[in-house]
């Protein structure tokens, strides 16, 4: 019996989405550079730093590390609605999710992956705020997920 309720509550946690209470404790683009930095901090968080590109302007975007949140910091200014792309700041590779378009707006979008836990998916477009956490790792999530985030799900 009891093991059935366990199964129930995996299959619920498989795909959250706009889930707030999860702060993203690391990221890695697809060749395994990490992410996170502590040159801006948000919230007295790491952020998630990447380069942004929009048009012929370049710089660092540094992300809310707090899943559905968004106080991130943006050494360029991007009109909302514009679409832009991110790129590895270490490697130089490109975080555009070839596999999946955005599911409000049909932009393309980016994934970063979780290591061990999952990737999170979001959209390139300013001020679309379409994000899809996908956990693939209940056991390594469940230890960072509070209690009032179990509660809010079931
Ligand atoms: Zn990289
Ligand atoms: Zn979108």
Known sequence: ???????????????????????????????GCDLMTE???????????????WKDKEGLIYLDPEFGSYKHVSEIDVPDGEIVEFFCPHCGTSLKNEEEICRSCSAPTFVFDLPGEGEIVGCLRKGCFEHTLKIVSFDSMHLEVDENFIKMIM
């Open 1 to 31: 019996m009891a093991g059935k309720v366990d199964e129930k509550k995996v299959k619920k946690l498989n795909l959250v989405p706009h889930v707030t209470q999860i702060q993203i404790q690391s990221a890695h683009c697809s060749k």
């Open 39 to 53: 040159e801006v901090k948000i919230r007295g968080m790491k952020s998630i730093k990447v380069k942004i590109k």
